[in-house]
């Protein structure tokens, strides 16, 4: 059985990114707005780019 707070799927709705991040809605949209969360709009909605958040994560230098 999976838990709730694991990412599965690229790209994620904002309401999952807060569950599993522990960050506000609030929070999220505030990062998004400023350009420090990758986004992709599919359909109407504006979804998390999870993929990316996680490439640019393992190709940073440490």
Request: proline share 5%; aromatic share 2%; glycine share 4%.
């Amino acid at each position: 059985m999976t838990p709730n707070n694991q990412l599965h799927s690229p790209i994620v709705t904002i309401e999952k990114f807060s569950d599993v991040s522990g960050l506000t809605i609030d929070a999220i949209r505030a990062l998004i707005s400023r350009g420090k969360l990758p986004t992709m709009k599919v359909g109407r909605r504006r979804m998390v780019n999870v993929a990316l958040i996680e490439k640019e994560a393992l190709n940073q230098k440490q």
